[in-house]
């Protein structure tokens, strides 16, 4: 046991407290890992702080930054099997959905390796003369990264290629449930030659590890994805030395069926939407909102095929989605569900466990559609973060982008509809910072991900993603002094 990873070394907790990481699929016993105390978070934060004050990193050119991410890109592809493994012991996440997660998460560090070699500042014209202005970028500093458990991987991969294209260094937190694939990664690191003290590791709970990292006066920036109620006490403790927070957080996504839709298509991705990994997806289509017309043969529709989703672990080759994270989340979840049926709802599916022996071990909740939903509800309002699909409906399209945007939360959405001129409409008034229209899901690393309204401040991917680690710094240069004092 020696999982944390402090200026360049391995080491055990200095308190020497662990924790026990179990499989949510069954309660197996994956491994116990070392969590830092108090000690251990200040080393790793002064360990970065030096790398960066005095260590080559972040002068080291841009593109020569970009080739170790490249490697890196190449060591995930090598370890894929082992790394998705890992990944599906630590969440119960079925092995084919962490495949693909490192497909994605190779192509993030090519996409910043790429871009590191390439941005960079410009000259500007004063329009004074013998003046020369240029616009540099620099990197912010000592960057904290704290991420979740529903990608583990992703998610800081989101976080770690920006951070090292722009030139950072930094202490990753992962979630306390998830933590192998983060430890993996920073070994992949080590391996693909970054100094010392660039990248630090640190495993534990939020209260004791993640909250002493967002008031920190050495760190300068808090890049954070999670929960609402999270991300408000970190930016709240981030305020005490003004650093820059990025808060990527949940979302209660529309996904918007009108009439005219695709009706097959639409029933696919109503079903993808929400049921992928068991709603624990942030941009999750856990609302749907149906067009009175269509409303009860789709309904209908999704409700049959929803019944018939098969849930297992990880390795169950016929499963098509997996458990709950842990026994507290499916409590949650099963609350949200009471809560919306005694306020209404009407249950068309599921809103139970499983009762299947085999799957008695795990945290399974079987897929569950709440038909009769409206806004006022806390399950509609609310992220359960779970197996549910609330169902209301509308009669035109400015009372469905009236009920969308109802809500704290501006993550993603999609719009089915055939009409083109219709979905651009829908599209540009939905306060969402993903929009699909005829599919859901989908992203690009080179396209900007983030949220409207509580969804969160930041930007991961694309341009602004790289943006978010760099600091803009404008010189201004005269060539041709003068005396010139303005006192007398
Ligand atoms: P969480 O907020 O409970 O925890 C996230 C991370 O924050 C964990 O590492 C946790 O240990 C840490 N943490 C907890 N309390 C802390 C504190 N006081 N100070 C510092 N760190 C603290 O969230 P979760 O349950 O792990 O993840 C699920 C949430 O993440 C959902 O709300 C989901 O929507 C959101 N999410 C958002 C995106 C996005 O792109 N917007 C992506 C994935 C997940």
């Given amino acids: 046991m020696a ?21 949510p699929a069954d309660g197996s016993l994956v491994a116990v890992v070392d969590e830092a105390g108090g000690k251990d978070v200040l080393d790793a934060i002064a360990a970065a702080r030096r790398a960066f004050d005095e260590g080559p990193w972040p002068h080291t050119p841009g593109a020569e ?127 693909a030659g970054l100094p010392d003290g660039v990248a630090n590791l640190v495993l534990g709970a939020g209260p004791e590890v993640g ?9 300068d920036l808090v890049s954070f994805t ?58 999750a289509g856990a609302r749907l909102l149906v067009e009175d017309a269509l409303h009860d043969r789709l309904v209908d529709e999704v409700v049959r095929r929803a019944r018939l989703i098969r849930l297992g672990g990880p390795f169950d080759e016929h499963a098509r989605t997996g458990p709950l994270i842990s026994a507290e989340h499916r409590a949650k979840v099963e609350a949200y569900v009471a809560a919306g049926l005694a306020e209404g709802a ?27 939903c409206h806004g006022a509800m806390s399950v509609v309002r609310e992220e359960s973060f779970g197996p549910v699909l609330t169902v209301e409906r509308f009669t035109d399209e400015d009372e469905a982008v009236r009920l969308a945007n109802d809500t704290v939360y501006g993550l993603a959405g999609a719009v089915w509809t055939t009409d083109q001129a219709r979905a651009d409409r829908v599209g540009s008034a939905l306060r969402l910072g993903t929009v699909w229209i005829n599919d859901y899901h989908p992203y690009l690393p080179q396209a900007e991900w983030g ?15 790289l943006a978010e680690y760099r ?13 010139q004092y303005w006192f007398e």
């Fill in 3 to 23: 999982e944390l990873f402090i200026d360049g070394r391995w080491r055990a907790a200095l308190g020497g407290r662990t924790r026990e990481i179990r499989c």
């Fill in 65 to 191: 930054r970009g080739d170790l991410l490249l490697r890196v890109a190449e060591l995930l592809v090598r370890d894929k099997p082992a790394l998705a493994r890992a990944e599906s012991l630590d969440t119960g996440k079925r092995l084919v959905e962490s495949e693909a997660d490192l497909d994605d998460i190779a192509a993030c560090f090519r996409y910043f390796g790429r871009l590191a070699g390439t941005e960079d500042g410009r000259v500007t014209d004063p329009g004074v003369p013998a003046v020369d202005s240029r616009i540099v970028h620099e990197p912010v500093g000592v960057c904290a990264l704290i991420t979740p458990w529903n990608y583990p991987l992703l998610q800081t991969a989101w976080k770690v290629a920006p951070a090292l294209a722009a030139g950072n260094a930094f202490v990753l937190k992962p979630s306390e449930l998830t933590p192998h694939t983060a430890v993996a990664l920073v070994r992949l690191l080590q391996e």
């Fill in 211 to 219: 909250a002493p990292l967002a008031d920190h006066p050495d760190v």
């Fill in 346 to 372: 009407v249950l068309r599916c599921g809103g139970a466990r499983p009762d299947d022996p085999a799957l008695a071990g795990g945290f399974y909740y079987l897929p569950t559609v709440l038909d009769g």
């Fill in 451 to 465: 949220g409207f309204k509580q969804s969160g401040n930041g930007r991961e991917l694309g341009p602004t993603g």
């Fill in 226 to 283: 999670g929960g609402l109620a999270t991300g408000r006490r970190i930016m709240a403790a981030a305020a005490g030395t003004v650093k820059r927070v990025a808060l990527e957080l949940g979302g209660k996504n529309p996904n918007i069926v009108f009439a005219d839709a695709d009706f097959e298509a639409a029933v696919d991705h109503a079903l993808t939407a929400v049921f992928l990994h068991s709603g624990q997806v942030c941009s």
């Fill in 471 to 483: 600091e803009t710094k404008h010189i201004w240069r005269n060539t041709a002094p003068k005396a």
